[in-house]
């Protein structure tokens, strides 16, 4: 099996003002296909592993040949995480609700204390990576976790639900050095619908 770069669910301009057109058509045309040329091309000496999915190679990373994990979590990593990103966001947005809503109150009180906590981690994050609303299956709940690099959520055994490039390809372009403005302007973006069917998929496997 071959790892595809996925198609946007959107113009490269639809998500503008939030992130230009020609930001996304580098992010995912260039920086995206990057990583899922390097994944094939690093997965090819290894026939044992052609049938999973990315997913799956993150979530079982330790248990993977020495040789591969590296790749795996580098370029495993920025496929899958790339892909989820896209998915996480459309033109406009759409409004928090349902259960993600009662999950962001249960932990921490309100969306703005969630929201707040978020843009400080992001911000926090020495150089480049992600932050991320997880599922964490241990405590059955949501939390925020910032990972260096293409770090995956899922090799610590959580689900990602929801997640904010700061590496700078992502930005710099529109917002130059300033990631506060970049990670504020995002959440105009953020596809709540999504996230909820993330946690829907998150909760029943991990029960
Ligand atoms: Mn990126």
Known sequence: MKHELPALAYALDALEPVTDGETL??????????????LNAALEPFPQYQNYSVEELLTKLNELDPKLRTAIRNQGGGHANHSLFWRCMAPQGRALGGEVERQIRRAFGDFDKFRDRFEKDAVGLFGSGWTFLIWDVEQQSVAIASLPNQDSPLSAGNVPLLLCDLWEHAYYLRYRNLRPDWVKAWWKVVDWDAVNKNLEAASTQST
Do not use: S
Request: hydrophobic fraction near 30%.
């Open 25 to 38: 058509a580098l992010h995912h045309g260039k920086h995206h296909k990057a990583y899922v040329d390097k």
